[in-house]
């Protein structure tokens, strides 16, 4: 079982960005420490963070065929990119929304999310933990299917 993880823009900034929201961990650590974490629950991960918003798209297509699902943090694509969302549609793979701080919380404009009706699921909120909450789910779900 083979899951990318997708980090869109800004949060190459994780570490130095607004701490108090998004904690003092950076983008580095956050992919080390899944690496590990996939390691344990025997599942193969590869990390890709873009800050634009075509590459994000090419990802999500590329996935089809390479990966069994995919953990995606849109970052503030997520409120407002039609075409980040058409991409997930597009394609069979299982999404998984993630965000580290707790979006509702937060200003009006960050409890829109246009790609949320055509993700399996989200979580958000749980900070760095998320992401292995995401990959322990795609495993069930995928895992799920196959049997
Ligand atoms: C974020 C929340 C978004 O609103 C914001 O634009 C981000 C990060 C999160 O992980 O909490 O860049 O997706």
């Given at each position: 079982?083979?899951?990318?993880?997708?980090?869109?823009?800004?949060?190459?900034?994780?570490?130095?960005?607004?701490?108090?929201?998004?904690?003092?961990?950076?983008l580095?650590?956050?992919?080390?420490?899944?690496l590990?974490?996939?390691?344990?629950?025997?599942?193969?991960?590869?990390?890709?963070q873009?800050?634009?918003?075509?590459?994000?798209?090419?990802?999500?297509?590329?996935?089809?065929?390479?990966?069994?699902?995919?953990?995606?943090?849109?970052?503030?694509?997520?409120?407002?990119?039609?075409?980040?969302?058409?991409?997930?549609?597009?394609?069979?793979?299982?999404?998984?929304?993630?965000?580290?701080?707790?979006?509702?919380?937060?200003?009006?404009?960050?409890?829109?999310?246009?790609?949320?009706?055509?993700?399996?699921?989200?979580?958000?909120?749980?900070?760095?933990?998320?992401?292995?909450l995401?990959?322990?789910?795609?495993?069930?779900?995928?895992?799920?299917?196959?049997?």
């Open positions: 079982m083979k899951i990318l993880v997708i980090n869109g823009p800004n949060l190459n900034r994780l570490g130095l960005r607004e701490p108090t929201i998004y904690g003092s961990n950076t580095t650590d956050l992919e080390k420490n899944l590990v974490f996939a390691e344990t629950e025997q599942v193969e991960v590869a990390c890709f873009s800050n634009h918003e075509g590459d994000i798209i090419d990802a999500i297509h590329e996935a089809e065929g390479q990966f069994d699902g995919i953990v995606l943090n849109p970052g503030a694509f997520t409120h407002y990119s039609y075409a980040i969302r058409d991409a997930i549609a597009s394609i069979t793979l299982p999404v998984i929304e993630v965000h580290i701080s707790n979006v509702h919380a937060r200003e009006e404009f960050r409890h829109t999310s246009v790609t949320a009706p055509v993700v399996s699921g989200q979580i958000v909120g749980l900070g760095f933990k998320g992401y292995e995401a990959m322990l789910a795609l495993k069930e779900q995928v895992g799920g299917k196959n049997r």
